[in-house]
Nanobody
Framework: QVQLVESGGGLVQAGASLRLSCAASTRISSHNMGWFRQAPGKEREFVAAISWHSRNIYYADSVKGRFTISRDNTQSTVYLQMNSLKPEDTAVYYC?????????????????????WGQGTQVTVSS
């Protein structure tokens, strides 16, 4: 089981940027990684995912063009660059790892594809 620790959340105004980081306790170079978020009173939703080889990257329609997911396998870290933030982006953001090595990442990836989760980091965007 890989342990994940998110950081980089905070309170910002609409239009600002944040970069979230997710540090893994073990090597993640063979694992697909994802970001999800959960707003108060809402279900956890998919934000972005990146395949173990970084060739497949997917985004939720709501963040496409504003968020960028990336990874540094040498540092066992995954990032989520968030630009042009909106109040509706306010949520707890979770990093997740698919523990199946070298698995094919599909565009329809869901939370059930990811077995390890971080504790989350709060992002609050004020209008």
């Amino acid at each position: 089981q890989v342990q994940l620790v998110e950081s980089g959340g905070g309170l910002v105004q609409a239009g600002a940027s944040l970069r979230l980081s997710c540090a893994a306790s073990t090597r993640i170079s063979s694992h697909n990684m994802g970001w999800f978020r959960q707003a108060p009173g809402k279900e956890r939703e998919f934000v972005a995912a990146i395949s173990w080889h970084s060739r497949n990257i997917y985004y939720a329609d709501s963040v496409k063009g504003r968020f960028t997911i990336s990874r540094d396998n040498t540092q066992s870290t995954v990032y989520l660059q968030m630009n042009s933030l909106k109040p509706e982006d306010t949520a707890v953001y979770y990093c997740a790892a698919d523990l199946r090595p070298y698995w094919t990442l599909l565009a329809v990836a869901t939370a059930t594809d990811f077995a390890s989760w971080g504790q989350g980091t709060q992002v609050t965007v004020s209008s």
